[in-house]
């Protein structure tokens, strides 16, 4: 079975620093581009970061850019993370990964169709 799976959200206080894990099942991530999006409640879903090939740089939001970072395990090829710091308030919302071939024939951004997506892990950011 393929799926995806987060991990590593939780409650935090405002200006500390989390680490999302995504993990995949049934394939791996090595070919695949990986995104992350969150939806905060009322608000409709926003793409945060997405790591593509090995020689293209990782792309992100505006609203987090300098604070999330997306990176692959050095060693796990079906494993993604996001680390956040110096997370807001405003960063609360559940946070999802998601993934798409890297051969698909069109360009690689938040609005393609992404294939696989994960249930979600909540991140709570207190003040």
């Known amino acids: 079975q393929v799926q995806l799976v987060e991990s590593g959200g939780g409650l935090v206080q405002s200006g500390s620093s989390v680490k999302l894990s995504c993990t995949a099942s049934g394939f791996t991530l090595d070919y695949f581009a990986v995104a992350w999006f969150r939806q905060a409640p009322g608000k409709e879903r926003e793409g945060l970061s997405c790591?593509?090939?090995?020689?293209?740089?990782?792309?992100y939001a505006n609203s987090v850019k300098g604070r999330f970072t997306v990176f692959r395990d050095d060693i796990k090829t079906t494993v993604v993370y996001l680390q956040m710091n110096n997370l807001k308030p405003e960063d609360t919302a559940v946070y999802y990964c998601?993934?798409?071939?890297?051969?698909?024939?069109?360009?690689?951004?938040?609005?393609?169709?992404?294939?696989?997506w994960g249930q979600g892990t909540q991140v709570t950011v207190s003040s």
């Open positions: 790591i593509t090939s090995s020689d293209e740089p990782s792309f």
């Open positions: 998601a993934a798409v071939p890297l051969d698909v024939p069109y360009a690689i951004s938040f609005s393609t169709p992404f294939h696989v």
